[in-house]
Every structure is written in structure tokens, then in C-alpha cells.
């Protein structure tokens, strides 16, 4: 019999598409895994179990977290929920609710919205609110005010992006038949939209959105701009025309609005309004806050005034005057997202673009000049910077995430698919963040589906590293139920993940049907919404990622002497917990009504216990393969007949049905368990096409796995 070696050195390439497991030719087969399930990779190559979660605050509903950072050491967590902003800061070293803002954002609207923030500033878009202003006032106190364009020192003309919504051969005349045809500030008259220089009324362009907006109007006697507000509509006798109040002319100290015969080009009612709509993206670069336009016209890009962000005033096309440009290209391109990366990349709903300026100059209103790049698209989940390129979520069903990257040897953006070989775990993405920090060498980007999961890439560019990993909450595989699944000629198994790998006779629970909701990044710290079935009962958790913490949702419980009872858990009443005490894992107690939890009398009374949801965590490779003189064994039959696993700083870990003891016969049995460290060794029968086996944890604490090698008879 002869026999052959495979080595797993790295699992950096993450879970792979079960389509796949033919593909023995590439690199990445022997550096992923069939399933890599509540694992996370580690920039050396191994994979560890997830981090479980604290408890942060219990929300009434679903809802939206969003990063909030002033500097370093002031940086903060905004939860928006149904009507409500709930900010926390973590000045003493937990994070706590210090103040809550009313809002009249519903859920749909808190799940489309964009932001971006500038120093004390953040702005909050929506295509069908006025945008918001969250202002950081003092350490512990933001306001939140509707988005004010600047005014004239006379209060008398807005600095807003207008645009004339009907076709170029429109004029607007005034009506009012006087003996003398000029009108002054403060009169009331009325004003007609009309074609053919005057002779036909255009009876549908005036609605009652237009009441209490601006028109403004260049007066073609003296070439100034000058503005009305509307006040009422006409009858639908004369529907061409509308009442307006005459504002004070901007520019000079006169008061003459035009000439009652004269008809005018030249006018335009405010871009973004109730009833034309808002900006749904922004993003502030190069002194300039940019707004896309609003739904009545999807390709505009506008900019402020440089170092004035509420200034979008485009005057006489200066340097430091507004931009108001047109980004359409052969087909009109609804903007979804403008991202502020080595350029200002504009993703649509059908192409990525970016605005090109010669090395060294600043975007002006001259100079404006957008190119399109690629044309995937862009699902409305927020695009962001992570590890040299911009990651985004393509249109559709958003089976691809992409990174829009430039490429030097074609001075060209490219947008390759990053999930192309872990296909299977993008489903329906909801929410996204990426984490890149200084106290860590490893990066993630993580994306929340609509199904509940979290898929979770780790990415090392300039080493060609780039896998994924599949974190869900509770012991329900993906956030949703999933039988086990056997493939047509076939030895692969997939777990059922209904208890918690019970067909490996591992202990049941009965966390299932929890999901993650939402998902965010504060400077070093991984916040979710998860919604979760406590005692019969869905309920929504803001929760902090804490690699200390081998339970979610837990929370640390003592007592002044030792004792196996334990109170104050009303979280959890109702719902069966794991409980551990440092290195020992001490079993899942049911919680009473009173929240109360009474430890097994064989049980050594404890000071201090970790309470909280256990979580399935398991990993297996892709079916070993090797090389031989005739091949490779892909396809015949043949044994895994040993594995050696590299374990680290491990707790609890068994292969098939094999368990890794963490305790001898000469320990202390009151004493705690110790982490194991080395090679371990396990042996099998049995002959198989696709030899794999399955690594699981026989108890919710920790594990690493940095490699394993494998011999195979054949």
C-alpha cells in the first residue's frame, strides 16, 4: 500500500466554494477549507475561533450602527433606531449611553442612509429627508439640526444649487399687467411658465412641492440674479401660472425684479427639495463637501465652495467657486455612492468612475472631468477603503464583492471580483465596515447578509493572502436552518448545525435562529446589532466583538465569597446559558424567571463566572489530496489514515470523535484546565474519494489551528 503526504501550512485562503473541491491544480486548495465556520484568520497563516461578544445595550427594535470619530481618544458609537440616535463613548472604558436625539428617521430610511463626516461634523443623507447635520458640540453632548445652505449677510439670497427641471426653450415671464412693468422687493405677483417665446402656457410643470421653495431668475435688464418665493398656485384655469413674493435683488442695493414684457431662459427652481428629492450619498474632499443629486436628476455631482461647506454658490466658475457637473455617461447612471479614496470614485447603479485631474491640481469647475472605468455597478450597501482598494458590493443580488483597485502597468481602475471563490457565503449583503488597526497585524472587511451571517475577509495584499471565514451567532449555521447535506457520489458531509454539531455527539443548545442585523467599526472595536430568541422572545442587542470572551452576549457575574449561585441575569431569564470560570468550562444552566442560575453540586463553588450564548465554531479542509508518480489522487479511493493537527493556545478541540484532553489524571481537578500547545496526532479508517474530516469544538472556549499534515494511503 502505498502512502503519500499532504501539508495544509496555511489556511489563508478561507473557505471555498464546495464548486471548488475539483479544482486540486490551484494554489488555494491547499490553503482553504470545505468550511471555516465562527473562525477567524491569522496573519501567520493558522485560524482561531471567533471572539465572542459583551454586551453593550439591549434596543427595542432593529436598527443601524454608525462610527462617530473626533481623534483617537474621542471617538464614538452612533445607534440609530426607529425615531432615535443613541450615542455611547468609552472615555471610562466601557462603552455607555450618553445622550439620545430624536429623529423622524423610520428603519427603511436608517438602512439607505448615507453619511460622512468632517471633524465635529457629520452629515446624514437620505434621497427622501433633507439632509441632517450631527454636530459633536462638547464632549458629551451633539445636536442634530436639518442641513441649512449659507446665506447673503442680508438674509435675502440662499447659496443652493439650483436647475431648471423643463426643457431649455422654457421662459418665465411676470403676469401682472402695471403701468409700470417693474416690481420691487416685498410685492406679490404672479409668474407664467411658458414656451414659444411667451405665446403657450406649460400647464404641468407647477406642483404644490413648489410652495415656500426659491425661484431664482436672471434678470435679463441687468444681467443680475434675482429671487422669488412661491406662495400659491393658480387655479386650473391658468395652471402656467403661480404667486411668488419678490425678494430682494442680489448684488446691488436696487430693487427692480425685470421688465413684466420681458421674457427669461435663464431661471431655476432649488435642486434638492421635497418635491424634487434629496441627495443620497456625500462624502467631503479637497475642502469641498460633494453631493450626488437628487432622484429628478440621478448623474449630478456637485461640490461647495472650497473651505465653505455650505456655500454651493457656483458664481463665476472661480477656482474656489461651487462645481455643479453633469456625471452621465452613454446611458444615464444613477449616483449611489461618491468615496473619497486615491481619487473621488463615483460608483452608480452601472458603472464605477472616477474624476481625473492632471498630478497635483485640485478639482475646479473648469477642470471637472469624470471617467468611467468598469461597469459592474453598485448595490446601495456602502462602499469602503480597505487595504489599497475600495471594496463594493455589485448591483443585483450582490452575489460579488469587488475591489475597485488601479492598476500602474494600465493607469487604469480595475474591479475584480474578491469572493469569486467563496461565491456561496455572499448572499444578499445588508451592511458592511472594515477593520484596519494598528494593534493588530490582521485586516478585516466584514459584510452582513441578508440571511443573518457575517462573511468576514482577510486580506494581505502585498503577501497575495486574501480568504474568507463565515461568523454567524448562536449554533444555527448561516442564520437559518440547514440540514445536512450529502452530495451525488460523494463521502462530503456538511453539518447540520440544528443543535450544536450533535452528530458529532457534542453537547445540544439551543441558541438558534439568531442573526447579525448590522455591523460597524470604532477605531479598534467590532460592534453588531444581533437579534436573538431569549426565552421564547426576539430581542435586539447592540454587541462588542472582545477576544477575552468565549460566549456572546456574555457578561462577568461575582460574588464576595464563593457560591454556586448566582443572580442578576434577567437578560437571560428563561434561556439556557454556558457558564465558565477562567479556563474551565462549568456547562449550560437554565436561567429562572427571577434571574437565577444554580451551578451543579459537583461543581466547586466560584468568586467569578462568565455567563453568556455559546456559538458554534468548526473547520474543515478541503478533501486531502497529493501528488504521486501517476498523478494526483483526485477522484480514486483512498485513506486519511493519520493527521497530525498544530494546535496553539487551545482549550477545547476534538476531530471526529477524537478529543484533545485538556486536563492529565494527575491534574488537580478543582484546578483550571490548561491551554494545549504542539502537534497532536489522530488516526483513521476507512477509504473515501474525498477523504475530509471535521474539527469542532467539544466546548464553546477557544482554539488555533495553525497547519496540519495529513498521509494518505492509497
Known amino acids: 500500500m502505498a502512502r503519500a503526504q499532504s501539508t495544509i501550512a496555511t489556511f489563508s485562503s478561507g473557505e471555498l466554494d464546495p464548486r471548488m473541491r475539483g479544482r486540486t491544480d490551484v494554489k488555494q ?15 501567520q497563516g493558522g485560524v482561531q475561533t471567533r471572539p465572542g461578544t459583551d454586551k453593550i445595550l439591549e434596543i427595542p427594535e432593529d436598527g443601524r450602527l454608525i462610527p462617530f470619530i473626533f481623534s483617537e481618544s474621542q471617538s464614538y458609537l452612533l445607534a440609530f433606531v426607529r425615531q432615535e440616535i443613541r450615542i455611547f463613548e468609552n472615555s471610562t472604558g466601557e462603552w455607555a449611553n450618553v445622550q439620545t436625539i430624536n429623529t423622524s428617521y423610520n428603519i427603511d430610511q436608517i438602512k439607505e442612509m448615507d453619511f460622512t463626516q468632517f471633524s465635529d461634523t457629520m452629515i446624514l443623507v437620505h434621497e427622501s429627508k433633507r439632509p441632517a447635520v450631527l454636530k459633536r458640540v462638547t464632549f458629551n453632548t451633539f445636536t442634530l439640526q436639518d442641513f441649512e445652505f449659507d446665506v447673503d449677510d442680508k438674509d435675502e439670497y440662499i447659496f443652493q444649487p439650483y436647475h431648471k427641471f423643463t426643457s431649455t ?15 420691487n422687493a416685498g410685492d406679490s405677483i404672479t409668474i407664467g411658465v411658458y414656451r414659444d417665446n411667451g405665446a403657450t402656457g406649460v400647464t404641468d410643470f407647477w406642483n404644490p412641492g413648489h410652495i415656500g421653495l426659491r425661484i431664482s431668475i436672471l434678470d435679463p435688464s441687468d444681467n443680475v440674479l434675482k429671487e422669488v418665493e412661491v406662495t400659491a398656485l393658480h387655479p386650473s384655469s391658468i395652471l402656467q401660472d403661480a404667486t411668488v413674493t419678490i425678494k430682494k435683488d442680489f448684488g446691488t442695493t436696487g430693487t427692480t425684479l425685470y421688465n413684466a414684457s420681458t421674457n427669461t431662459l435663464d431661471w431655476g427652481e432649488p435642486l434638492f427639495s421635497r418635491y424634487r428629492g434629496y441627495p443620497s450619498t456625500a462624502c467631503f474632499r479637497e475642502g469641498r463637501l460633494w453631493f450626488n443629486g437628487p432622484r429628478t436628476r440621478p448623474s449630478a455631482l456637485l461640490a461647495s465652495k472650497t473651505e465653505q461647506f455650505f456655500n454651493f454658490d457656483v458664481g463665476e466658475a472661480l477656482d474656489d467657486d461651487a462645481i455643479d457637473f453633469n456625471a452621465a455617461t452613454s446611458e444615464v447612471r444613477k449616483i449611489e455612492y461618491l468615496i473619497p479614496g486615491r481619487d473621488l470614485t463615483i460608483f452608480t447603479d452601472g458603472a464605477e468612475m472616477y474624476t481625473s485631474v492632471d498630478d497635483g491640481e485640485a478639482l475646479t469647475p ?21 487595504d489599497g482598494a475600495i471594496l463594493f458590493v455589485q448591483r443585483g443580488r450582490g452575489k460579488n464583492v469587488r475591489e475597485y483597485h488601479f492598476k500602474d502597468l494600465s493607469q487604469a481602475y480595475e474591479s475584480p471580483s474578491v469572493s469569486i471563490l467563496a461565491g456561496h457565503l455572499i ?32 486580506s494581505i495584499r502585498e503577501q497575495e493572502s486574501r480568504g474568507w471565514a463565515l461568523w454567524f451567532p448562536g449554533t444555527n449555521d448561516a442564520g437559518k436552518t440547514s440540514n445536512t447535506v450529502n452530495y451525488a457520489n460523494s463521502d462530503t458531509r456538511f453539518s447540520s448545525t440544528e443543535h450544536f454539531m450533535s452528530q ?13 442585523k448590522s455591523v460597524c467599526v470604532v477605531n479598534d472595536d467590532i460592534f453588531v446589532i444581533a437579534e436573538r430568541r ?6 435586539h442587542f447592540i454587541e462588542k466583538f472582545n477576544t477575552t470572551r468565549y460566549f456572546d452576549l456574555a457578561t462577568t457575574v461575582s460574588s464576595t465569597t464563593a457560591t454556586r449561585n448566582f443572580s442578576g441575569l434577567l437578560t437571560y431569564a428563561g434561556q439556557k446559558v454556558a457558564v465558565r470560570s477562567r479556563n474551565a468550562f462549568l456547562g449550560q444552566y437554565m436561567v429562572d424567571e427571577l434571574g437565577n442560575i444554580n451551578l451543579q453540586d459537583t461543581i466547586e463553588p466560584q468568586v467569578q463566572v462568565e455567563i453568556g450564548l455559546p456559538f458554534l465554531s468548526y473547520l474543515q479542509p478541503m478533501p486531502f489530496d497529493a501528488p504521486t508518480r501517476s498523478g494526483t489522487l483526485s477522484g480514486r479511493k483512498r485513506r486519511l489514515s493519520r493527521l497530525i493537527v498544530e494546535t496553539y493556545d487551545t482549550l477545547s478541540l476534538t476531530v471526529q470523535d477524537d ?13 483550571q484546565p490548561i491551554a494545549k500547545n504542539g502537534p497532536y496526532e489522530f488516526n483513521f479508517l476507512g477509504y473515501s474519494r474525498e477523504p475530509t474530516i471535521t474539527l469542532a469544538l467539544n ?6 489551528i495553525l497547519s496540519m499534515q495529513a498521509e494518505i494511503a492509497y
Do not use: W
Open 659 to 671: 478529543v484533545i484532553l485538556t486536563r492529565n489524571v494527575t491534574d488537580n481537578l478543582p484546578g
Open 699 to 704: 466546548e464553546p472556549m477557544k482554539a488555533t
Open 29 to 43: 486548495y491547499l490553503q482553504g477549507a470545505l468550511r471555516m465556520r465562527n473562525f477567524r484568520q491569522l496573519a
Open 534 to 539: 431569549i426565552g421564547g422572545t426576539y430581542r
Open 427 to 458: 448572499e444578499n449583503p445588508i451592511d458592511s465596515a472594515v477593520l484596519v488597526s494598528s494593534n493588530y497585524p490582521e485586516q478585516y472587511a466584514f459584510f452582513v447578509m441578508g440571511n443573518g451571517s457575517l462573511a468576514v475577509m482577510h
Open 366 to 386: 473648469t477642470n471637472m472631468n469624470v471617467k468611467p472605468q468598469t461597469f459592474y455597478g453598485c448595490k446601495r450597501v456602502k462602499p469602503h477603503v480597505f
Open 169 to 183: 426653450d422654457v421662459h418665465l415671464r411676470a403676469n401682472n399687467p402695471a403701468a409700470n412693468p417693474t416690481y
Open 504 to 516: 458529532l455527539n457534542l453537547y445540544t443548545s439551543e441558541q438558534t435562529n439568531d442573526k447579525f
